[in-house]
Each structure stands twice: as structure tokens, then as C-alpha cells.
């Protein structure tokens, strides 16, 4: 019965080694992929502002007089404010879905550990000795108060994360506003 037992922990320990390799190995693979799409968004952010600034310089340049020089100077801030809002509502929507995929990922893991846990558990009390229910009844209870914090936790992840959202939304509209104003003025 005792080499049944650890047969049995041995098994589920080398399932759960498995079961976490695979799981970080997916984690690390949506990782790359999300910094592999803030690194393409930087890089042609950046070809774009180049492109931009340089014909910007052009156009500035070519004025006949301070007045113009300085209207199309000012005219210039509000393309620019919105693509720099544009690229940080884009970063923002990049890791917001990482993050949502890390955590709808993370609680599945989470709920099949459990799961798995539970059963272990209850395997446990069957084979265990008289006496040891308890021991194992307060690791099952210790398990489930962890679970509930980590939920507690991923609830708080998500609200902060919408939290973000909306003041990037907010700052990126009263930025452009701005610049709107700016551009306007300048036009006078």
C-alpha cells in the first residue's frame, strides 16, 4: 500500500513538473510574441516620425516669412500629439491584451492544479493513516484560502488594468484637444 501511495505522488509530481513546463513555456511564448509586436509598433512609429519630421522640416523651411515659418510650426503639434497618443493607445491595447491573455491562461492553470490538488487530497485521506484526516482536511483548506486570495488578486490585476485603460483613453483626448486648440490658434 505504501509503494502504492508513492507510485501514485510520484506520478503526480511528474505530471505536475510536466503540466508547469508547458505552461511556462506557453507564458514565454505569448511574452515574445507580445514584445515582438511592441517592437515592430516602436520601430515603425519611429519610421514614421522620421518621415514626418523630415517633411515637417521641409515645409517649415520653405516659409517666406516669421509669420509662416511660426503657423506652420505650430500646425505641426497636433498631427504629432495624435501620433504619439495613437502609439501609446496601441502599447496600451498590446499589453492589455497580454495581460488578459496571461491571466485567462494563469487561471486555468490555476483551476486544473486545483482540481488535480483536490484529488490528491482525497486520494490522501483514503489511504492515509487513522488520525492524519485532519492534516489533511486543514491542507485542504490551506489550499482553498490560497485559491481565493489568488482570485481576490487577478480581480484587483483586471480593475487596475481598466483603471489604466481609461486614463490612457482620457489623457490621449484631452492631448489631442490640445493640440487641436494649439493648431487653431496658430491659424489666426
Keep these: 500500500m505504501l509503494t502504492s501511495t ?3 505522488f510520484s506520478a ?3 505530471h505536475q513538473i510536466e503540466s508547469q513546463l508547458i505552461f511556462t513555456t506557453a507564458l514565454t511564448e505569448k511574452m515574445m510574441e507580445s514584445v515582438e509586436k511592441m517592437m515592430g509598433l516602436s520601430l515603425q512609429t519611429a519610421k514614421s516620425a522620421l518621415e514626418t519630421s523630415v517633411a515637417n522640416a521641409h515645409n517649415i523651411l520653405s516659409a517666406k516669412d516669421a509669420q509662416e515659418f511660426f503657423g506652420l510650426s505650430a500646425t505641426q503639434a497636433q498631427p504629432q500629439a495624435e501620433m504619439v497618443m495613437a502609439y501609446g493607445r496601441e502599447l496600451a491595447s498590446i499589453a492589455t491584451s497580454a495581460q488578459n491573455d496571461i491571466t485567462k491562461a494563469t487561471e486555468t492553470q490555476m483551476a486544473e492544479n486545483n482540481r488535480k490538488l483536490v484529488s490528491l487530497f482525497d486520494e490522501a485521506k483514503k489511504m492515509a493513516p487513522a488520525g492524519s484526516e485532519n492534516l ?3 491542507l485542504k ?5 490560497a485559491q481565493s486570495g489568488y482570485e481576490q488578486m487577478t480581480k484587483t490585476s483586471k480593475m487596475a488594468v481598466e483603471a489604466m485603460e481609461s486614463n ?3 489623457a490621449a483626448s484631452q ?7 494649439v ?4 491659424k489666426k
Excluded at 492631448?175 to 486648440?181: E, G, I, L, N, P
Design 6 to 8: 508513492n507510485e501514485q
Design 12 to 14: 503526480a509530481a511528474r
Design 136 to 138: 489533511i482536511d486543514m
Design 141 to 145: 483548506s490551506a489550499m482553498g484560502n
Design 168 to 170: 490612457m483613453n482620457t
Design 175 to 181: 492631448m489631442t484637444q490640445a493640440a487641436a486648440k
Design 183 to 186: 493648431g487653431a490658434r496658430s
